[in-house]
């Protein structure tokens, strides 16, 4: 049975950090495509994150994201965090943890919610002015 279990969500001010991360049991991270989603009440969860394997050229960000985050793996851990600085406001929402079973590149479809098979449950992130 696959697990993904997100912790390290929070509440904090315009311009701090908070790192997130989420351990996966039965499924193995390595070569696959893990992301990080967010969702707002009364919103589509919106992809935030993503990589194949560890390295620059296989990590993909969101626009509104890119400078701010940096997504990573530790596949001895079985871990994938989401590093997240000079947070914003408009940051909060619930953070999730997404793993795609079908192995290969997701370079084109990163952030299509329905191309990924397992979701953890959810941190919440809360940024406030």
């Known amino acids: 049975q696959v697990q993904l279990v997100e912790s390290g969500g929070g509440s904090v001010q315009a311009g701090g950090s908070l790192r997130l991360s989420c351990v996966s049991s039965?499924?193995?991270?390595?070569?696959?495509?893990m992301g990080w989603f967010r969702q707002v009440p009364g919103k589509e969860r919106e992809g935030v994150a993503a990589l194949y394997t560890t390295g620059s050229r296989n990590t993909y960000y969101a626009d509104s994201v890119k400078g701010r985050f940096t997504i990573s793996r530790d596949i001895a851990k079985n871990t994938l965090y989401l590093q997240m600085s000079s947070l914003r406001p408009e940051d909060t929402a619930m953070y999730y943890c997404?793993?795609?079973?079908?192995?290969?590149?997701?370079?084109?479809?990163?952030?299509?919610?329905?191309?990924?098979?397992?979701w953890g449950q959810g941190t919440q992130v809360t940024v406030s002015s």
């Open positions: 997404a793993a795609r079973e079908s192995g290969g590149i997701c370079n084109t479809f990163w952030f299509r919610r329905d191309k990924y098979t397992y």
């Open positions: 039965g499924f193995d991270v390595g070569s696959r495509c």
